[in-house]
């Protein structure tokens, strides 16, 4: 029953910024909540996270460039990411499973090009 709706990826030149957002619904409470990330050829992967008070971790990729950040009352998380690179690029998920996520949604492509 819980829906996540990812939104803001697109295509960027390298040493842009992009925003990117997630709503869940169909949950009384949501907790910690992540963005992950799935580049071609590769894993599934953390990037960050943040607690319900706030508390932010970021995966050594994400550390200096991304920042997670999150409003309770409408429950949504952002991920502002800049100076991307191109190893950056890939579908950008939120999950509030952390570290195991439970219910995807669609994700949103992140493409950086050099």
């Known amino acids: 029953q819980l829906q996540l709706v990812e939104s803001g990826g697109g295509l960027v030149q390298a040493g842009g910024s992009l925003r990117l957002s997630c709503a869940a619904s169909?949950?009384?409470?949501?907790?910690?909540m992540g963005w992950y990330r799935q580049a071609p050829g590769k894993q599934r992967e953390l990037v960050a996270s943040?607690?319900?008070?706030?508390?932010?971790e970021y995966g050594d990729s994400a550390k200096g460039r991304f920042t997670i950040s999150r409003d309770n009352a409408k429950n949504t998380v952002n991920l502002q990411m800049n100076s991307l690179k191109p190893e950056d690029t890939a579908v950008y998920y939120c999950?509030?499973?952390?570290?195991?996520?439970?219910?995807w949604g669609q994700g949103t492509q992140v493409t950086v090009s050099s």
């Open positions: 999950n509030t499973g952390v570290p195991w996520p439970n219910t």
């Open positions: 943040i607690t319900r008070s706030g508390k932010t």
């Open positions: 169909g949950s009384i409470f949501i907790g910690t």
